[in-house]
C-alpha cells in the first residue's frame, strides 16, 4: 500500500475506486521519497494517537512491527486496518509483488500492532489455503477497493488476520 505526503488537516475527498487518480497509490514518487515513504505517517500517527490527514484522514490505520525474514531487524509499516466482525485483517496495493511485511509475518508471526493510543503484542497470520479462500471471497463481495484490485492483478492479493494479545505497558 502506498501512501502520499501528508499534513495533518488537509482533507481529500474519499477514494472510492482503485483507478481513483488522486488516490496514494496513483502518485508518481522520487526514490528518495519511497525511501522514507512511511516516515512521516508513522510520526504523525504516534502523535495523535493513531489519527492521520491528507489521503488516510477518515481511514482507520494502524502500525505493523514485524522482524525482517532476512534481516532479523524491526520494521514498522502503516497499513489500513480493516474487519470482518471482530476479526482484524490488513492487505495492500502493492502491485508488482508481496510486501516485504508480508513475507516477515511468515517467517515469523509475532509481532506488535499500535492501534491508536494502545500497543498491543501480537500475532499475524497470513491466510492460505481453503480458509484462504473463504476469507477472500467475503472481502472481494465485502470491500470494493480491494475487489478492483484484484481484478487488476493476477497473483492473490495478501490477506493477513491478526490477532491482538495483552497491551504493552508504556
Known amino acids: 500500500m502506498s ?5 495533518a488537516g488537509e482533507s481529500k475527498s474519499a477514494i472510492t475506486s482503485y483507478d481513483d487518480p488522486d488516490a496514494p497509490w496513483n502518485q508518481e514518487y522520487t526514490d528518495e521519497e519511497i525511501t522514507h ?10 502523535d495523535n494517537e493513531g489519527k ?18 532476512k534481516s532479523g531487524k524491526h520494521h514498522v509499516v502503516p497499513l489500513g486496518l480493516l474487519r470482518r466482525g471482530e476479526t482484524l485483517y490488513v492487505s495492500s496495493f ?21 492501534l491508536g493510543s494502545t ?25 470494493p477497493l480491494l475487489a478492483d484490485f484484484q481484478a487488476k492483478i493476477t497473483r492473490p492479493m495478501p490477506l493477513v488476520v491478526l490477532e491482538l494479545g495483552a497491551p504493552i505497558q508504556a
Open 3 to 7: 501512501e502520499s505526503e501528508s499534513t
Open 37 to 46: 515513504w512511511n516516515d512521516g505517517v508513522i510520526q504523525e500517527f504516534r
Open 52 to 69: 492521520v490527514g491528507g489521503a488516510y484522514e477518515d481511514g482507520e490505520l494502524l502500525l505493523l512491527t514485524t522482524t525482517g525474514a
Open 94 to 114: 502493492i502491485e508488482d509483488k508481496y510486501p516485504a511485511w508480508y513475507y516477515n509475518v511468515k517467517a515469523d508471526s509475532r509481532v506488535t500492532i499500535e
Open 119 to 143: 500497543t498491543y503484542q501480537g500475532t499475524a497470520r497470513a491466510l492460505e489455503g481453503a480458509e484462504y479462500e473463504e476469507f477472500a471471497g467475503w472481502v472481494l463481495a465485502n470491500n
